[in-house]
């Protein structure tokens, strides 16, 4: 799985609630975590239906638009994970 962080460099609330997010996410095998900076890659967040940030992209879709708790972000991707083994 893919997470995509979409942020803004010098975000209060990007920079300060994403370093949970990130060592939750590093705990789960199969974890891809990633960083994109709307300022640099504006194009994939419209493509994504970013309005707000932060957010966050879950194998290419935008399934956060206000971060999540760890807790949350983890059970997201525990029962996509899920979905995934049963063919779904």
Same mark, same amino acid.
């Given at each position: 799985?893919?997470? =995509?962080?979409?942020?803004?460099?010098? #975000?209060?609330?990007?920079?300060?609630?994403? !370093?949970?997010?990130? !060592? *939750?996410?590093?705990?789960?095998? +199969? &974890? =891809?975590? #990633? =960083?994109?900076?709307?300022?640099?890659?504006?194009?994939?967040? &419209?493509? /994504? +239906?970013? /309005?707000?940030?932060? !957010?966050?992209?879950?194998?290419?879709?935008?399934?956060?638009?206000?971060?999540?708790?760890?807790?949350? /972000?983890?059970?997201?991707? $525990?029962? $996509?994970? +899920? =979905? $995934?083994?049963? +063919? *779904?």
């Amino acid at each position: 799985m893919r997470i =995509e962080l979409f942020y803004t460099p010098g #975000c209060a609330k990007c920079a300060g609630a994403t !370093a949970a997010l990130k !060592a *939750a996410v590093q705990a789960l095998s +199969g &974890v =891809e975590w #990633c =960083e994109v900076n709307v300022l640099d890659d504006l194009d994939r967040a &419209v493509d /994504l +239906g970013v /309005l707000t940030l932060p !957010a966050l992209a879950v194998d290419g879709e935008l399934v956060f638009t206000a971060l999540p708790t760890a807790e949350q /972000l983890v059970a997201e991707l $525990r029962r $996509r994970d +899920g =979905e $995934r083994g049963r +063919g *779904a």
